[in-house]
């Protein structure tokens, strides 16, 4: 990259959660470039002015705290644990739909009489000091953990947390689950009440950026206009079918009578030109949600749809994301 950017959009530096990102960003049309694998610097060539670099998870989130980038994609459970409380990151969108996990307590599976939180309690008032709780999430876990009345020790830990309770260095564990086929391997169980933080991608920004620097405020627009777009667009799918009718108004009052193909504010209906005159023959274009697919093809059929098209969408934007008008007053 010849010119550096002003502006600046940290990544996960590895794992499934750099490859799931990159991919999120691709699809909403927004393709990274990295020249050299080995560099943490990229580029996006639909927004120059923003560069990429790439970062661990947790340092995404002190970086643009500390305002030396302003945007960032990383996990909400790193988001809330290394925030901070002065106000400087504000969470643009909190539901990009990948690196879905829990922070979540883990107890031995000897544990037989633990089986939710005030049976925990029961247990711990019951030892002769303090249980030993091994975490990467010493905030999060604190304030679980003293909102339960658990009396506790925290243990820092930087590498595998599962062996912490077999090894003897601590009692259980606060640690991230998705499957939780790992914690099994280990002879651990999560605790169903004992989940501290349901975690997924999000967007974070700088406040003091946005309120500071009219390009990182239109940067943030572009971002989830395009975000907001690409994610109600994968939730539906484009349907055509051809419906003869006596004229739009009737064709469309055959389609309100059903539940699954009136469209977003309605369906659009065009006059097709056949080899024969007066046919009375329309396309019908809506949109549909995609878990609705089946009952919207067997309502058009009923209905006398036909030749019917599906096609997937890309984006569906509207007046103004909510999420940008949501982040405007925040900024206030």
Known sequence: MT???TIRLSLPSKGRLQENAMA???TAGFSVFKPNPRQYQAEIPALPELGVLFQRPADIVVSVRQGSVDFGITGLDVIEEKRGDNGDIII???ALGFGACSLALAVPEAWSQVNDMPSLRTFAAAFN??????TKFPVLTERFLNQHNIPHILISAEGTLETAPTIGYADMISDLVSSGQTLKDNRLRALPDGVI???QAALIANRKALQNNPEALEMARRLLEYIEAHLRAKENLLVIANMRGEGPEAIAQKLFTQTSVGGLQG??????VTRESNQGWYSVTIVVRRDHLAQAISELRKIGGSGIIVSPVTYIFEEEPPRYTAMLAALK
């Open 3 to 5: 010119n550096q950017p």
């Open 24 to 26: 999120f960003l691709s």
């Open 92 to 94: 643009l969108h909190d």
């Open 129 to 134: 000091r303090p249980l030993r709780v091994a």
């Open 197 to 199: 933080k349901d975690s």
């Open 267 to 272: 369906p659009t209906i065009s006059p097709i």
